[in-house]
């Protein structure tokens, strides 16, 4: 799987599995990301959740990314909490769903998360193996 590829599975399949670590003990939950033009996926969560504890407690997620035909995009990362306004306002534009949770960019309870690739690795279901896909 190339790169674009890589891209393209992300955006059609619109949720991903963000996974982080409470106490030694893996924790996943869907999420809605958006790949930024720069590869960084943004995230927005409830600024009350566990998962924002838990990422500043420790910063390396990952996030998985599967399609209906079983392909998959791992990507591992760090993350960082955020108010960054001019990327809340790029992830409030680009993900309509965020509407039925937040009355906008500067509502207190949407936190930003930024999340920079550090390692990604894809799959089709015709591939012997996964591949490293260089986001840099």
Not at 4 to 15: C, H, N, T, V
Not at 97 to 121: C, H, R
Request: glycine share 4%; charged share 25%; net charge negative.
């Amino acid at each position: 799987m190339t790169k674009d590829e890589a891209i393209d599975l992300i955006k059609d399949s619109g949720f991903g599995f963000l996974a982080t670590v409470e106490k030694n003990q893996p924790r996943v939950r869907p999420v809605g990301p958006y790949l930024t033009e720069d590869n960084t996926l943004l995230l927005a969560l409830f600024s009350h959740r566990r998962s924002i504890v838990q990422m500043n407690e420790n910063p390396l997620v990952e996030i998985c990314f599967v399609d209906r035909k079983m392909a998959y995009c791992r990507i591992a990362g760090k993350a960082t909490v955020t108010n960054d306004s001019e990327n809340k306002k790029l992830m409030w534009d680009n993900s309509p769903m965020l509407k039925q949770y937040f009355s906008g960019p500067e509502d207190s309870n949407f936190s930003l998360v930024e999340v920079k690739i550090t390692q990604a690795e894809a799959m089709t279901a015709s591939d012997q193996e996964p591949q490293e896909i260089d986001f840099s």
